[in-house]
């Protein structure tokens, strides 16, 4: 792992931690309402054409925006493949539990699983 992404996954782990419990919060809520089984928190710092951003960096004095979205719409949207569909649902970790992260840098886009912080 080059030195960039180790920096920028310690600025995420950092971020996440602060936005814990907006984030926690929305998952329920897309749980919840039933818009899907899968949400997903996409963390970037430029603008991206997916998702809905949820939380502007800028406001916290923080390092990443925050926007989101559920697999659905990747699949949608092709980010994720038909192929890959499956497999990624497997993969996927309790939505309650955990929050799925598709973090988005110039370098490229990885999904991370981070477990939310208990209140």
């Known amino acids: 792992m080059d030195k960039e992404m180790t920096v920028n996954l310690e600025l995420l782990k950092d971020d996440l931690a ?10 329920a809520d897309i749980l919840h309402e039933g818009f899907s089984k899968y949400p997903i928190f996409i963390a970037h ?19 990443f925006n925050i926007s989101a979205t559920v697999l659905e719409d990747l699949l949608e949207k092709n980010i994720v493949t038909k192929e890959r569909e499956e497999s990624f649902k497997a993969a ?28």
């Open 92 to 119: 996927f970790k309790d939505a309650a539990q955990f929050m799925c992260v598709l973090l988005v840098t110039d370098k490229g886009a990885n999904f991370v699983f981070v477990s939310f912080k208990a209140k």
């Open 18 to 27: 602060f936005y814990n419990d907006m984030l926690k919060e929305v998952s």
């Open 45 to 63: 710092q430029e603008p991206i054409k997916i998702g809905d951003m949820i939380i502007d960096a800028t406001e916290y004095s923080r390092s």
